[in-house]
DNA sequence: ACGGATAGACCACAAACGTAGTCATGCGGA
DNA sequence: TCCGCATGACTACGTTTGTGGTCTATCCGT
């Protein structure tokens, strides 16, 4: 609900993790990050985890002696408002160009491309104007 | 080439004015910003000129006793920068969760999501396992 | 029981951001 | 010619972000 909640860059892959296995700790968290970025140091993921308490992204419970950090937020809801500023600041709210861009600028395998197509076929069971179409089998 | 831009939130609108119709002059940009967004200030936007000045992103000739200023940087590549970063940051770096994302969430007119359809029939001409196919009519 | 490792609390600090004000100056109209 | 207004130059300032350090209580092993 609260879209007043803004998360930068840095806390983004913090949340992932725990979006990913929660609850955790913090020592569990950074034990995450640090594996795939050995550049991350133990005292900033402290301080961010702090900081996303206090923005209430994340909750925590005593367990043990140390926290163990449950998100307040869901990855969905934050996903999608990060979505919707990223293609309003940077399509200006136009979200078709986006995906072309995407789809033609990046990289997608081929597997990606079928799965693209398949979720798109399902999506619009009726298009206006079908070349064809066919009941399924 | 230099990925070390870093164009900020409000920086984009500026900076999608000036790509939009270049060169402009200050007065241009800010009649243009505060016609789409009156709570744009004309100090504000000044000062994120002079700003993106200082990061190259844009240059600026004389003109009159004003600026006309240009783009340094192609849309094309901070939109593909951005994209990046923000595919790495929200998906951890999987393109395709976020497509799926975008094409589930966010509201696409059917005639959007059929661009997108022939978009992809265009991009994989050779689709490994066609259901069907049939030449066009 | 004691000393070292640890967890969290609190602190620091520079850079970037968002937002806007002041200053000096030159052009253009009265 | 003189004034004011628009323009760029410079300044201000609170907040957020990225990055880490210090301090203190504590738990665990020896």
Not at 17 to 24: D, E, L, M, Y
Not at 29 to 49: Q, V
């Amino acid at each position: 609900m609260k879209k007043n909640l803004r998360i930068s860059d840095t806390e983004w892959e913090l949340m992932r993790v725990v979006w990913a296995q929660s609850p955790a700790t913090a020592a569990e968290i950074i034990a995450m990050l640090t594996a795939r970025d050995p550049t991350w140091h133990p005292k900033t993921a402290r301080t961010l985890l702090a900081r996303l308490v206090g923005k209430k992204a994340l909750g925590y419970q005593p367990q043990g002696r140390a926290y163990a950090y449950t998100p307040l937020v869901s990855e969905a809801d934050c996903v999608a408002a990060a979505s919707e500023s990223f293609v309003e600041r940077v399509f200006g709210g136009s979200l078709r160009p986006m995906l072309v861009h995407l789809v033609e600028q990046q990289k997608l395998t081929p597997q990606e491309l079928d799965e693209l197509r398949a979720l798109l076929a399902k999506k619009s069971p009726a298009a206006p104007k079908p070349p064809r179409k066919r009941p399924a089998p």
